[in-house]
C-alpha cells in the first residue's frame, strides 16, 4: 500500500513539473510584455492575436498565425503591424543572421508605421534565403546565401500602384555581399521607363544608380525626355544628378541642374562642388515665371547652411526664412526653422519652431500664429505643439474670423491625431449680424488615404421670429483626392416658425444624390420640400421639388400640386452675375386668389422667360392666359385669354399685350360681351387701346383709356337697344323700341368713375307703350295728372331722343332727358316730354346683381320735375 501511495505521489509530481515547464514559456513571455488571444488547434497551432505590449502601445501586433508545419517551420500570418513607440529605446542593427532550421512564412500584410501594406513570403533551407514583397501588381524578388554573403534583388512596380494617375514601370535590380562584421557591398540600378500622367502626352525614361563599398557611397540619375508630373507639371531632361560621400554625413562631391516647369511657374534646382575643397559645395533653387524667389545653401563638411530666403508661390502666397539655420547633415539631429507664411493679407509665424529628426522617424515641435487679414476678415489664432508621423499632440487649434456682420471662432483637439487614422474633431461658433450658430465635425483618414466623418450646424433665427426656425444641418462627408463630398441623405431642416400673423411651416432640403465641391462648383442634386405657409388671409400649400447642381450651374424644378402648378428655374455664370431661363404652367384656381380682390375660378396660366442678376434683378417673361373666370365683387368675368410680356428691371416693370385681350363676357348688372383691347403698364398706370365690346345689342368703342387718369377720356357707345334696356327689369313698367347711341367722357380714377357732360340721342325711331297693369291703372286713378300724362305716353313714336348724363366719382347719376314724338291713337298728338333723374349707378348695379328689387324701385319713384 505505501509502494502505491509513493508512485501515486511520483506521478502527480512528474505531472506538475510537465505543467510548469509547458507553462514557463508563456510566463516569460508574458513578463517580456507579449499578450495573446484565442489559442487553439486546427490542424496546427493557431493563435488569433499576439502582440507585445508597452504601456498603451503596441509596437509588434500579429494577427491570424498558424504553425502548420514543424519540418519545415511553416508559419502564415494574416497581418503583422509595426509601430514605433515612444518607450522604444534605440535597438542595435542585426549583426548576423542566425542558424535556423528550414522554415517557410507567409504574410499577407505586413505594415510598417503608416506606410501601405505589403505581402511578404519568406523561405530559407541550410543557409540559403529567399524572399518575396508585394504591393498591389508589383513585386521584388531576393535570394541571400548564409555562407558567402552574396545577395541579389530583382523586381517590378507599376507606378501606377503608387498614384492612380501615373503610368509606366519601375524595374530595380542589384547584387552585393553582407556578411557579419565585414564592409558592405552593393550594386543598385533602377530603370523606369515609359513613366508619365495619364492624359498627359509625354512620355520618359528614367535611371539612376547607386554603389556602396562602406563606408562610401556614389548615386547618379538621368532622365532622357521631359516627364510629367502632377498638376500638370513637368520635369525637364539636363545634366541630371550626380553625388557621393559617406555615410558619417560627408557629402564629398555633388552635381546636377533639375528643372520643372508648370502651370505656376518654373523651378531650378542646380548642385556645384567646391573644387577647392573636398566635401564642399554650393546649390540654389530658383523660382521664376509665375513664382519667385531664391533658396541659396552651402554644404561644408557634415553640416548645412541656408541663407534666409523669401519666396513667391502659386496663388500669390509667400514662404520665408527670417534668418539663416544650419543643420547637421546626419542620421540624427534638429534644426530651427524660424518660417513665415503669407496668403491674402494673411500671416502664419512658426515660433520657437525646431524640426528634428532620426532613424525611427521626423517631427515639428513649436507654435504657430495666425493674424491679418483675409478677404476684409481680421484673423488671429495659434497652436502650440508636436507633429510627426505618429500623430500630434499639443494645445488644442484656435483660429478666429471677424468682421462687421460676421464673427466665428473655430478650435480642434488635437489629442487624438495619431496614426493610422487621425481621428479629428472640430467646432465652430459664432454668429453674422443677429444669427447665432454653431457647428461641429468629426473625420478621419480611411484605409484608401481620403478622408470621412460627420457633419451638424444649428443657426437661430429667434432675434427675426417670433418663434421657433431653428435650422440645422446633418450629414456625412468625404474629402478624397482633392474633392469634398456630401452624402447623400445629408439634409437641411428649417423647423416651424411664427413671424408676425404668419405660419412658416418645416422646410427641408435633401441631398438625393452625394454632393461633390469640385472645380470651384457643386454638383449633385437636392430634394426640397416645403410644408407651406399659412397667413391671416391666403395660404401656400406643401411645396415639393428637386436642384441639380452642376458646378456653377443650377436648376429647380418646384410644384404645387394642390394648385396644379409648376415652375422650373435655371442658373448659369454670367458676367459678374449669374442669368438662367424659368418657366411657370397653373391652373387658375379658387386658391390661388387668397388674399387678393378677386377670386380665380377656371382657366390656365403658362409662362416663360428668362432673368438676370448683376447687382440688380431683371427678366423677361412671356405669359399665355387661356380660358379664365374670374369673380370681382359683383363683376363676373368670363372667357379670358391673353398673350402678356413681362419685362422687369432694377424695379420697373413693363407689361404689355402681345395681341389683343380677349374676354368672353363681364356681367357688371348687365353683360358686355366679346371685348377686345390691347394694352399696356408700368403695374401702377394701365393704358388700354383700340377697345371694342357689346353691350345691350349695340357696341362700346375707345381709341384709348388710361387708369387711374385724372383726365376726361370719350367712350363712344352705339346701337344700344332700347328694348334690352327695358329687359333689365324684372317686371318691365314700359315697353321701348329703336336704337340710341352717343359719347361719354369719362374720368377713371383709382377707385371710382366720374362721367362729364354725356350725350345720348337717337339712332333712328323710337317707340314707348306703357303696359296698363293694375299698378299703372291705379296711379293713373289716384292722380289727375299722371293719368293725363299716362294718356299722351301711351304709345309714343319718338322721332327725337336726347340725354345729358353726368356722374360723380360717389356714383350718383345725374340724367335730364328730352323726347318729342306723336301719338297715334290720339290724332297725332304731338308730346314734347322732359324728364330729370338722380339715381346712384353703383347701387343700381348691384341691385341688378343681387336681387329682383329693380322693378319695386322704378314702380314707386315719382318723378321730380315732368312737364307736357
Not at 515547464?21 to 484565442?38: D, T
Not at 502582440?51 to 500570418?77: D, N, Y
Not at 438676370?612 to 365683387?633: C, H, I, P, R, Y
Amino acid at each position: 500500500m505505501a509502494a502505491w501511495s509513493r508512485r501515486r505521489i511520483g506521478v502527480v509530481a512528474t505531472l506538475v513539473v510537465l505543467v510548469l515547464l509547458l507553462l514557463l514559456p508563456f510566463v516569460i513571455a508574458w513578463s517580456l510584455g507579449w499578450r495573446w488571444q484565442g489559442i487553439g488547434w486546427r490542424q496546427g497551432l493557431v493563435i488569433t492575436g499576439l502582440w507585445q505590449q508597452q504601456g498603451e502601445c503596441r509596437p509588434l501586433s500579429l494577427r491570424g498565425l498558424r504553425l502548420s508545419s514543424l519540418r519545415p517551420i511553416t508559419v502564415t500570418v494574416d497581418s503583422v503591424s509595426i509601430r514605433q513607440c515612444d518607450s522604444d529605446t534605440a535597438t542595435e542593427p542585426l549583426s548576423e543572421l542566425p542558424d535556423l532550421p528550414a522554415l517557410h512564412v507567409k504574410v499577407w500584410a505586413l505594415q510598417w508605421q503608416d506606410y501601405p501594406p505589403l505581402s511578404l513570403e519568406l523561405t530559407q533551407e541550410n543557409g540559403h534565403w529567399w524572399g518575396r514583397a508585394g504591393f498591389r501588381n508589383g513585386e521584388v524578388l531576393g535570394d541571400y546565401q548564409q555562407d558567402s554573403g552574396a545577395w541579389q534583388v530583382h523586381g517590378q512596380i507599376p507606378v501606377s500602384d503608387l498614384d492612380s494617375r501615373a503610368i509606366g514601370v519601375v524595374e530595380l535590380g542589384g547584387s552585393g555581399q553582407w556578411l557579419p562584421d565585414q564592409p558592405v557591398r552593393a550594386d543598385l540600378a533602377l530603370a523606369g521607363s515609359e513613366l508619365g500622367m495619364a492624359g498627359e502626352d509625354y512620355r520618359a525614361n528614367l535611371s539612376g544608380t547607386v554603389t556602396v563599398e562602406q563606408p562610401r557611397w556614389q548615386a547618379s540619375l538621368t532622365l532622357s525626355d521631359p516627364l510629367a508630373l502632377p498638376a500638370g507639371w513637368r520635369l525637364l531632361p539636363g545634366e541630371g544628378l550626380t553625388a557621393s560621400g559617406t555615410f558619417d554625413g560627408l557629402i564629398e562631391q555633388a552635381k546636377g541642374r533639375l528643372q520643372a516647369r508648370g502651370p505656376q511657374g518654373q523651378a531650378l534646382l542646380t548642385l556645384a562642388s567646391d573644387d577647392q575643397r573636398l566635401g564642399a559645395g554650393q546649390g540654389r533653387l530658383t523660382l521664376s515665371e509665375g513664382m519667385d524667389g531664391t533658396v541659396a545653401f552651402q554644404w561644408q563638411g557634415v553640416q548645412l547652411l541656408v541663407a534666409p530666403f523669401e519666396l513667391t508661390l502659386p496663388e500669390q502666397m509667400q514662404l520665408s526664412l527670417r534668418e539663416s539655420v544650419t543643420m547637421p547633415l546626419a542620421a540624427d539631429g534638429d534644426v530651427t526653422l524660424p518660417l513665415s507664411a503669407h496668403y491674402q493679407g494673411a500671416t502664419v509665424t512658426a515660433e520657437n519652431s525646431q524640426l528634428l529628426w532620426s532613424p525611427d522617424g521626423v517631427h515639428w515641435q513649436g507654435a504657430l500664429s495666425l493674424s491679418g487679414q483675409w478677404q476684409g476678415y481680421r484673423l488671429s489664432g495659434g497652436w502650440r505643439g508636436r507633429a510627426g508621423a505618429d500623430g500630434v499632440s499639443g494645445e488644442p487649434l484656435k483660429v478666429r474670423l471677424e468682421n462687421a456682420d460676421l464673427s466665428v471662432e473655430a478650435a480642434a483637439p488635437v489629442a487624438e491625431l495619431k496614426p493610422p487614422h487621425w481621428p479629428v474633431q472640430a467646432s465652430l461658433k459664432g454668429h453674422y449680424q443677429r444669427l447665432p450658430f454653431q457647428a461641429r465635425m468629426s473625420g478621419r483618414r480611411d484605409d484608401h488615404g481620403g478622408w470621412a466623418g460627420s457633419l451638424d450646424a444649428d443657426v437661430d433665427a429667434a432675434d427675426y421670429l417670433d418663434q421657433g426656425g431653428t435650422a440645422r444641418l446633418d450629414g456625412r462627408w468625404q474629402w478624397r483626392e482633392g474633392v469634398f463630398t456630401l452624402a447623400s441623405g445629408a439634409a437641411i431642416s428649417v423647423a416651424q416658425a411664427v413671424h408676425g400673423k404668419m405660419l412658416l411651416k418645416p422646410l427641408s432640403l435633401t441631398a438625393r444624390t452625394p454632393l461633390r465641391y469640385q472645380d470651384g462648383g457643386v454638383h449633385g442634386q437636392l430634394a426640397l420640400r416645403g410644408e407651406g405657409l399659412a397667413a391671416e388671409r391666403w395660404e401656400l400649400p406643401v411645396l415639393t421639388g428637386t436642384v441639380d447642381l452642376n458646378g456653377q450651374r443650377a436648376r429647380a424644378e418646384l410644384a404645387v400640386k394642390d394648385w396644379e402648378a409648376s415652375l422650373a428655374v435655371s442658373a448659369r455664370p454670367f458676367g459678374t452675375g449669374y442669368a438662367g431661363d424659368l418657366s411657370l404652367a397653373s391652373a387658375l384656381r379658387p386658391e390661388l386668389s387668397r388674399g387678393l380682390g378677386f377670386t380665380l375660378q377656371s382657366g390656365q396660366l403658362v409662362a416663360d422667360g428668362d432673368w438676370l442678376w448683376d447687382e440688380v434683378v431683371s427678366f423677361g417673361v412671356k405669359a399665355n392666359v387661356s380660358g379664365a373666370d374670374l369673380d370681382w365683387g359683383s363683376v363676373l368675368a368670363r372667357g379670358l385669354n391673353a398673350r402678356l410680356a413681362l419685362d422687369w428691371q432694377d424695379g420697373e416693370a413693363d407689361l404689355r399685350t402681345r395681341e389683343p385681350i380677349s374676354l368672353a363676357s363681364v356681367d357688371v348688372g348687365t353683360p358686355i360681351t366679346n371685348i377686345r383691347l390691347s394694352g399696356h403698364s408700368d403695374l401702377e398706370v394701365w393704358r388700354f387701346s383700340d377697345i371694342r365690346a357689346e353691350v345691350l345689342g349695340g357696341e362700346v368703342l375707345a381709341p384709348q383709356l388710361q387708369w387711374p387718369s385724372d383726365q376726361w377720356q370719350t367712350v363712344v357707345v352705339t346701337g344700344i337697344d332700347l328694348n334690352q334696356v327695358a329687359a333689365l327689369q324684372n317686371e318691365p313698367a314700359v315697353s321701348l323700341s329703336g336704337t340710341v347711341g352717343g359719347y361719354l367722357p369719362l374720368r377713371l380714377s383709382r377707385n371710382s368713375v366720374a362721367v362729364r357732360g354725356g350725350r345720348l340721342s337717337n339712332e333712328g325711331p323710337l317707340s314707348l307703350e306703357v303696359p296698363m297693369t293694375s299698378a299703372v291703372q291705379a296711379m293713373a286713378q289716384s292722380n289727375q295728372a299722371v293719368g293725363l300724362a299716362l294718356d299722351s305716353l301711351n304709345p309714343l313714336l319718338i322721332s327725337r331722343f336726347f340725354a345729358q348724363l353726368d356722374m360723380e366719382d360717389s356714383g350718383w347719376l345725374d340724367a335730364a332727358v328730352t323726347i318729342e314724338g306723336i301719338n297715334p291713337q290720339q290724332n297725332r298728338l304731338p308730346v314734347v316730354f322732359n324728364y330729370t333723374h338722380k339715381e346712384n349707378v353703383r347701387d343700381l348695379l348691384r341691385s341688378l346683381r343681387i336681387g329682383d328689387q329693380i322693378t319695386d324701385e322704378i314702380m314707386n319713384r315719382t318723378p321730380m320735375e315732368s312737364t307736357q
